[in-house]
């Protein structure tokens, strides 16, 4: 074990072990009451101090208190979260009845910002945060997808659905064709975003998003795609024990299928093809044995999925230490056949006043994910892209008692039986995760703290992949093969930082953050492979079974950040304020010479509601502000200004392996970080006593020195040709969003909004365009990054319609010229493509932009209203003016494939008049008709039901019969509905590969989203 | 006490953790850089075995480069590619992908060439070795650009000092100056290379193996002299003919003396694609590249290279493990056969990964010597006789063009020769491609227009168009 792992194991341990160390109270007065909420329930768990002391209690299940106050000149503070703070003096009074009042917003709200915290009001940078209570208890793995639609300006980009699929989180837009996603904080730890799900969210206590560059800028080179900073939830002192069990259970489903052709349609629209193309018909379409209806392949493959979680908690809190410990247990199958995930998860968090000055607590996070990835981002081998094609006449087990197979005929493609692949699919990922950290605060003086942190984030990855014999099938596999792929990750982090908060006058207020940190990345791996297992049987499937060994591997790469940062804020009166941001990064990632990057930013506020001059009562807060700043990216790939040769080039000679070298990496040793500059301006307004919350974000974003991987002429081989910093990239737009929450008597609603409209453009690219992945086996080209337009528009030719006649052939001035008019390649029943170029010829010239995969505008809407017990919550989310390429559709009517074709296909041109968009069909791609055109985009705008929830809280006199202080029940639907014109499966398509953003908005028959439904309960003891 | 324990043992991992000087330099771990390779032979000899391996690339010889030969009479594309049915029929547009398909192997061989010419000189190394490995190299990047002069016609010309410029993105050559690089590299190789190799060097190119191309380069160029003396030097040299036509297509002999140049497969190590894509489907392969009714037509009643070049029907193959011996019929094909020169079975099952892919044979040398004393009104009956005298057929007298084109076509089929021939044939005006590829034989042989203005080289990948930034113009004819 890493000795440093041992050592922060051993010191969690021991800082867990002392925090369940309770002290007692004293006694003096005694007084008693009953604490409740507006609508008369009587409230357990309240927080009550004697104010200037640190005697309290809390209420039980019945709302009821009692304690003793040093005398009757104390005043009580009664504290519950949502609920305003209420201040009562003792006064003569023996019993109290306390009503407490649900808070509106409160701008003395504490929002957690880079090492720190900061009073809403005061902030002048632009931060979004989301209440963990918000996202409690829904059916997702994780918070990035409970993020979704929840903020202005902050995109979850989902493709597909598939068990533990996480988003891609896209803050203010897209912010570089490489690594766009944000830097993810977890309780003061730096990590990646991609490891944001490993948290239980009903372990979180809020998260904020760090938009601008003024309150992300102290995290520097990491923080030109935004910073999202996640709080769990912690112990309060003198809160007596609490304990709470999660649970929901429910089931998922396909909401849509895509309509294709049955075994006799199949047939006789092929014929209809052959017969087109003026060729002879394949015996095989004749062949009655393949006319029979037999499977239909996407309702084998779809199947009820079923997701379950259960979590528990402890929290509470002393005189001195609080704790809250909880462990979740949270298992997703999906509705395609074996696709599973699940998490287990383990979190302790611990803070101890361990003297007047020093305080010091720490963070522990254990996670186990397990689940296996089905491939559905193919379109050759993804399972629900095969479910769609394979030949509905072929069973799913034939009457010998073996898989249906393609292998019969090259006109029924090469596709394995979908359902051959998934039964007999075995390859699983093993994630454990140790997320830990602890921290000493130390007051040196009024005012001024000294804080460090030490943290360790070690992840520990097992990939197990067995595959089998496949001989009956047309992808055979002639020997089976197992690939292990071992990896350790770890991250050291040490932060050293002082803060001084200072009150001079009564005016001015200064508060200084300044400090040192570093964080230290280590990545290795092995990976092995052996083949030829005589037995495949499931306790044979290890290394030591096989008998040939095909490949091993192994590697380390070693990342280091070197930082230091400060930050300023000034106000004045509370009504000018001022924030001052600096940060220097020393990053491994470069060479020396580039390697240390310096992110200064600035933001100013104005409350103009605080002037004296403002009398315009019902406008409660009124707060302008401005900011500006640079900030960094450089997670970039590794050691690019390296020349590094390849070795493992296998080549044989004389029946006798033979290793090759060659380079594989041309160097670029001027390569650095890309540098964002954000500049923005906001306004927040409060209305009527606080019930009404409006931000508005204006922003200019500018990515500068964006890498990018300049397409390189093929004479240059294959050798990886590095990245340049020379691309330049704008977002910008506008993020909206209000609240509004109001209580009648004991019904209470409050209903929030945001959109965000942003637009992106590459405005330098320093090269003809950017190259996006190819589509299927004919590598066909469907999106391009050009300047001057958004990144990854789709770029094809422009159709009009369909010739209708021979006459419509010949006097078209578009193919005038064109030699495939003159050889009779052309025919009625053909795509009438748009000659741009006016060359008289379609050829590739004539390619144009034809789509942009980005929503003009995204917006979330939630609603939540309760009465009595009875609580109700909507969320819908959605998007608008994004075009969507439906490839799938595209290759689904182009009877050229030898695949099942869309039902669509039905409705195609056959004879004048009978369709303007749906060729002829033909087994020819003389006039390849199904090209990449405008023929084949789809307005890809949704609006989504994503939630419903629906609960009912016991009242407490029943629940506390059985000691239980508060039970809660619900059920929850996601994806509930869409209203959407897309004619695809599922209008939330993503990005195509994890390594860049150069292709969005492509529909690979990706993994379905599912409807689900769960039941679910909450019970506080 | 305890509190000041902590505190300071928190300091002291802390600073275990932060204070380390060196966190930003950056160790690439597990990999070669350039500065630390070519320390000597063995690095050469490693950067010389990898100029070999894009030989085996699926877009290379392990299925794409007899793409180009589906247009021929001999074969029809069969499979599942839909985009093969517009390179067959000469109607495809300068995106399809199959033209793009071996366009960076065939670069990457040049790179890794031009970087064992570019540094090998200077190793301290031995001077046999190091005079092999530059043999190879300017053996390998002449032969690359063959393919690509075949092809394409003229392509851009990256040599060394392309190399240490950083010049990739190059105009096309003409097809003189692609020629005049194709021979210079391989006299180079000539001077340079052993006459043959040992027994487990096998499979690396020799002497015969530059002369051999070099004959096959002169035959295009009509050079005819220099063709024949070429030529003899590799049937007068140790390249005979193997006692069995078929010995050149079985993994135990297929490394014979005959078989001058070939891509080397090791089953499972580093096997090749192209086995699978020449069998039947229900025998484990993909079901590409049919022999016609008329191929089968050409060879004489009683030529066993028909046999041994196709699965007939009625014939009994051993497909090893459960399998076992199975009959070949018809309906394992659209067109009724398949090449079985390409393909074998392992005893335990499944199509073995040890058949090499043949490139360049010793019977292809003697019929381009046979076809430049024809052609240049010498007798050719020596040369084309011990092809015929291999496989038991009696001797032509005489021989004319026309016995050469037959015994090409039937002694090297699916060898990827006869389309390129035809074309050169078209050229000289001994066939007419036209007339040929116009006619009907059926679903298999459909009429192709065959446009001389356009189609004598394949177009010019598109996306290498786009790329260039207007430097690379495309072929005649695609504009």
Redesign the interface.
């Known amino acids: 074990m890493n000795p ?1 792992l041992t ?2 194991g051993k ?1 969690a341990f ?2 867990v072990f002392t925090s369940f160390s309770v002290s007692l109270l004293a006694q003096q007065v005694p007084i008693s009451g009953t604490v409740s909420d507006q609508a008369g329930n009587p409230l357990p768990g309240v927080n009550i101090v004697v104010e200037g002391d640190n005697v309290g209690t809390i209420t039980e299940v019945d709302g009821k208190f009692s304690l003793a106050v040093p005398s009757t000149d104390a005043i009580l503070v009664f504290t519950y979260i949502g609920y305003q703070t209420q201040r009562i003096p003792v006064a003569n009074q023996s019993t109290l009845a306390v009503v407490m009042e649900e808070s509106i917003f409160e701008l003395e709200d504490l929002v957690v910002v880079g090492y720190g915290v900061q009073k809403k009001g005061d902030v002048t940078g632009t931060i979004s945060s989301v209440d963990g209570e918000d996202i409690q208890n829904l059916p997702v793995p994780g918070s990035s997808q409970a993020l979704q639609g929840r903020v202005a300006g902050v995109q979850v980009v989902r493709n597909g659905g598939a068990p533990g699929e996480r988003g891609r989180i896209r803050i203010r837009g897209t912010g570089t064709i490489n690594n766009a996603d944000p830097l993810v904080v977890i309780d003061g730890f730096p990590t990646s975003a991609e490891t944001m799900d490993d948290i239980n969210p009903n372990d979180i206590e809020s998260i904020e998003v760090l938009k601008d560059a003024s309150a992300s800028a102290i995290y520097g080179t990491r923080a030109a795609n935004g910073v999202i900073i996640i709080t769990t939830k912690k112990g309060e002192l003198n809160q007596g024990m609490k304990f709470r069990v999660n649970a929901y259970t429910g089931i998922s489903d396909a909401v849509k299928t895509v309509d294709v052709l049955d075994a006799p349609t199949l047939a006789a629209l092929k014929r209809e093809a052959y017969t087109n193309s003026g ?2 018909i ?1 015996e095989i379409w004749e062949d009655p044995q393949f006319q029979v209806q037999r499977t239909d392949w996407q309702d084998e493959l779809l199947d009820q999925g079923i997701t379950q979680n259960l979590d528990i908690s402890l929290r509470g809190g002393s005189k001195t230490s609080s704790y809250a410990i909880s462990a979740a247990y949270y298992n997703e199958e999906g509705m395609i056949k074996n696709s599973f995930f699940e998490r287990f998860s383990f979190r302790i968090n611990s803070d101890h006043q ?2 007047e000055r ?1 305080k ?1 607590g720490e963070n522990l996070q254990l996670t186990r994910t397990n689940g296996n990835f089905l491939n559905t981002r193919s379109a050759q081998t993804g399972v629900y892209w095969s479910s769609i094609r394979f030949h509905p006449g072929l069973p799913v087990i034939d009457e010998n008692g073996n898989y249906g197979t393609s ?5 029924f ?2 596709i394995n039986n979908p359902i051959f692949t998934v039964d007999t699919e075995d390859d699983q990922t093993t994630a454990t995760r140790l997320l830990a950290s ?1 921290y ?1 605060e ?1 007051e040196i003086a009024k005012g001024l703290k000294f804080r ?1 942190n ?1 943290g360790v984030d070690g992840t520990i990855t097992d990939r197990d992949e067995f595959l089998i ?1 496949i ?1 009956d099938q ?1 992808r ?1 596999r ?2 089976n093969e197992l690939n292990r792929r071992y990896t350790e990750e770890y991250s ?3 932060e ?1 930082f002082l803060t001084y908060n200072q009150l001079f006058g009564d005016k001015h207020v200064l508060n200084l953050v300044a400090g ?3 964080q ?1 990345f280590q990545h290795e791996f092995v990976a092995t492979q052996r ?2 297992f005589p037995n495949e049987s499931p306790d044979q499937r290890f290394l030591d079974a096989g008998n ?1 060994i ?1 490949d091993s591997e ?9 930082s230091v940062f400060a930050r300023a804020n000034y106000s004045y009166a509370n009504r000018y304020l001022l924030t001052a941001t600096f940060r220097a990064d ?4 470069f060479a020396e010479g580039n ?1 240390w990057g310096y992110f200064p930013a600035f933001s100013a506020g104005w409350r103009v509601s605080e002037e004296r001059f403002w009398n315009i009562p019902f406008i409660s807060n009124l707060k302008f502000t401005v900011g500006w700043g640079q900030l960094g990216n450089q997670d970039v790939a ?2 690019q200004f ?6 493992g ?15 594989s990496r041309i160097p670029n040793e001027d390569i650095t970080w890309e540098t964002s500059e954000i500049l923005d301006i906001g306004a927040e307004v409060s209305l009527w006593d606080n019930r009404v919350l409006a931000n508005i974000n204006y922003f200019i974003k500018d990515t500068e020195d964006m890498l990018l991987p300049v ?9 990886l040709v590095p990245d340049r910093n020379i691309g330049e990239l704008r977002n910008q737009g506008l993020e909206i969003e209000l609240g509004y929450k109001n209580t009648i008597g004991e019904f209470s609603y409050h209903v929030s909004a945001n959109a965000a409209f942003i637009e992106n453009e590459a405005r330098s690219l320093n ?3 950017l ?1 996006s992945p ?1 589509y299927g ?5 469907i999106a391009r990054t050009l300047e001057g337009h958004p990144i990854a528009v789709f770029w094809g030719w422009r159709a009009e319609g369909i010739y209708q006649n021979e006459a419509e052939i010949a006097n078209d001035p578009g193919i005038a010229n064109d ?2 008019r003159e ?1 009779g ?1 052309i025919q009625p029943g053909d795509v009438r493509f748009q000659d741009l170029d006016g060359n008289g ?1 379609i ?2 010239q004539d390619r144009t932009v034809i789509g942009d995969p980005h929503p003009d505008v995204t917006y979330g809407l939630q609603a939540s209203a309760s009465y009595k017990g009875f609580d109700l919550t909507l969320f819908f989310m959605g998007e608008a003016g994004k075009d969507i390429y439906n490839a799938d559709r595209m290759q689904g009517l ?1 009877a ?3 695949f099942n074709l869309y039902e669509d296909v039905t409705g195609r041109w056959n004879g004048e008049g009978t369709s303007n968009s749906i060729p002829r069909l033909t ?4 006039n ?1 008709n199904h090209r990449t055109s405008d023929l084949f985009i789809e307005n890809g705008g949704f609006m989504r039901l994503k939630n419903l929830t629906v609960g009912y809280t016991l009242p407490g006199q029943y629940s506390s019969r059985v000691g239980i202080s508060r039970a809660r029940f619900y059920v929850t639907g996601q994806n509930i509905f869409t209203i959407t014109d897309y004619s695809g499966i599922d209008p939330e398509l993503g990005y195509i590969t994890q390594e860049n953003n150069l292709q969005l908005g492509v529909d690979y028959a990706q993994y379905p989203q599912a409807r689900t439904w769960i039941f679910g309960l909450t019970l506080d003891f | 006490m305890r509190k000041l324990v902590v505190l300071l043992s928190m300091f002291a991992v802390g600073l275990n953790i932060g204070c380390r000087e060196d966190l930003l330099e950056s160790t690439p771990y597990g990999l070669s850089t350039s500065a630390d390779f070519w320390r000597n032979g063995e690095d050469v000899v490693a950067a010389v075995n990898a100029i070999y391996e894009p030989l085996r690339d699926h877009d290379f010889y392990g299925h794409s480069e007899h793409t180009f030969s589906i247009v021929e009479d001999d074969q029809w594309r069969a499979g599942d590619h839909s985009e093969d049915q517009s390179i067959e029929e000469l109607t495809y547009d300068p995106s399809n992908p199959q033209l793009a398909a071996g366009w960076r192997s065939k670069y990457e061989m040049i790179s890794r060439a031009n970087a064992v010419l570019v540094n090998a000189p200077g190793v301290e190394m031995d001077e046999d070795l190091r005079n092999r490995s530059l043999g190879e190299a300017h053996f390998l990047r002449g032969f690359s650009y063959w393919r690509l002069h075949v092809i394409y016609g003229g392509t851009p010309i990256i040599l060394e000092e392309d190399v240490l410029a950083g010049n990739f993105n190059k105009p096309k050559a003409s097809i003189d100056e692609m020629r005049s690089q194709i021979e210079s590299d391989l006299l180079r190789a000539i001077e340079l290379l052993p006459v043959n190799h040992g027994a487990s060097e096998a499979g690396r190119v020799h002497r015969g193996t530059a002369y051999g191309l070099l004959t096959k380069l002169y035959v295009y160029q009509e050079r005819w002299q220099d063709a024949i003396d070429s030529g003899e030097e590799v049937i007068n040299g140790p390249y005979p003919l193997a006692p069995s036509f078929l010995d050149n297509f079985r993994i135990e002999t297929e490394n014979n003396p005959e078989m001058l140049f070939s891509v080397q497969a090791l089953d499972v190590f580093a096997s090749t694609a192209h086995r699978i894509y020449t069998t039947p489907r229900p025998w484990g392969g993909w079901d590409f590249h049919a022999p016609t009714q008329e191929l089968v037509d050409e060879f004489e009643p009683a030529d066993p290279r028909l046999d041994a070049s196709l699965f007939l029907p009625g014939e009994m193959v051993d497909l090893g493990g459960d399998a076992g011996m199975q009959e070949y019929t018809t309906d394992l094909s659209q067109t009724g056969y398949h090449f079985q020169k390409f393909a074998s079975w392992r005893t335990s099952g499944g199509l073995d990964g040890g058949q090499n892919v043949p490139i360049l044979r010793s019977a292809d040398v003697y019929l381009l010597v046979a076809e430049a004393k024809i052609r240049s009104g010498q007798n050719g009956d020596t040369e084309l006789n011990a092809v015929r005298a291999r496989v038991g057929l009696d001797p032509k007298t005489n021989a004319t063009m026309e016995d050469i084109i037959h015994e090409r076509r039937v002694e090297l089929a699916g060898e990827n020769q006869r389309y390129f021939d035809l074309l050169r044939w078209d050229k000289a005006n001994i066939v007419d491609i036209v007339a040929l590829l116009a006619e009907d034989r059926g679903n298999f042989n459909p009429p192709i227009t065959f446009d001389r203005n356009k189609h004598y080289y394949f177009a010019i990948p598109q996306r290498e168009i786009d790329v260039s930034n207007g430097i690379l113009e495309q072929n005649d004819g695609f504009l």
């Open positions: 440093i050592k922060l010191m021991f800082l060729r002879d394949p361990a003297g020093l010091i292998q019969v005929s090259g006109e493609g090469d602890v000493g130390l460090a030490f014999i001989d047309i055979a002639d020997q050291l982090l040490a050293y040192y940190t570093t230290q083949r030829d040939t095909t192994g590697n380390r790469t070693e990342d280091g950040l070197v020393g990053s491994s990632r390697r590794r050691n390296l020349a590094l040769i390849g070795s080039r296998r080549y044989s000679f004389g029946g006798e392996e033979a290793i090759g070298a060659a380079q397409p390189v002429v093929g004479s240059i081989g294959r050798a090269a003809p365009f190259e190819r086996r004919p590598n066909q080209e030699p495939r050889n390649l010829i050829n590739d182009d050229s494939y030898p087994v020819d791609r003389n390849l």
